[in-house]
């Protein structure tokens, strides 16, 4: 049982930046693989990046690398996405995740909780 709430959305010029957030709920928050994952209207919930529960292993679609960076902070029971030099094409509903254990990142099916969504829109 954990529960997810993100964070950070909002509208943004393109080339500019927003910081993500996603608070988890738990005692065991260290123990779980968090990522994130966006959807556009119309389009599929796809992988943006992930985080392995110590933070020592980063993952990231290649849409996002060089771009994104996905923190964790387990003190505070939480997960962060910086993205920098947004793109009209990065607008969509953000969602936070925290995957099964021993299960590849890149899979919305191996997600164990999702957060509520935060948007975001990239101004042409």
């Known amino acids: 049982q954990v529960q997810l709430v993100d964070s950070g959305g909002g509208l943004v010029q393109a080339g500019g930046s927003l910081r993500l957030s996603c608070a988890a709920s738990?005692?065991?928050?260290?123990?779980?693989?968090m990522g994130w994952f966006h959807q556009a209207p119309g389009k599929e919930r796809e992988f943006v990046a992930a985080?392995?529960?110590?933070?020592?292993?980063?993952y990231y679609a290649a849409s996002a690398k060089g771009r994104f960076t996905i923190s964790r902070d387990n003190a505070k029971n939480t997960v962060y996405l910086q993205m920098n030099s947004l793109k009209s094409e990065d607008t969509a509903v953000y969602y936070c995740?925290?995957?099964?254990?021993?299960?590849?990142?890149?899979?919305?099916?191996?997600?164990?909780?999702w957060g509520q969504g935060t948007q975001v829109t990239v101004s042409s």
């Open positions: 995740a925290a995957y099964y254990s021993s299960s590849s990142v890149y899979y919305k099916s191996n997600v164990r909780y």
């Open positions: 738990g005692r065991t928050f260290s123990s779980y693989s």
């Open positions: 985080i392995s529960g110590s933070g020592g292993s980063t």
